[in-house]
């Protein structure tokens, strides 16, 4: 993650409250993916999206808020 906002920086300021920000807004988006992901479901019939792929993700979120997240 520092190597996005290291790149970032050079092209544009951001401010800290913004940097605070981030890794909320990552386990927004993969909240969001996963609904995505279930609302097209019975349209598109993704096999793979079952308990334990959700488990899955669901993993990865909460290592990644552990990681990076200050509640």
């Not at 019939?45 to 990076?68: A, P």
Request: charged share 20%.
């Amino acid at each position: 993650m520092l190597v996005f906002i290291n790149a970032y920086r050079e092209r544009r300021e951001i401010s800290s409250e913004e940097l605070e920000a981030i890794p909320c807004f990552g386990i927004m988006f993969w909240i969001f993916y996963l609904a995505i992901q279930y609302n097209g479901y019975d349209d598109f019939s993704n096999n793979y999206f079952n308990q334990t792929y959700l488990k899955k993700w669901v993993s990865w979120i909460v290592h990644w808020e552990r990681l990076y997240c200050k509640f």
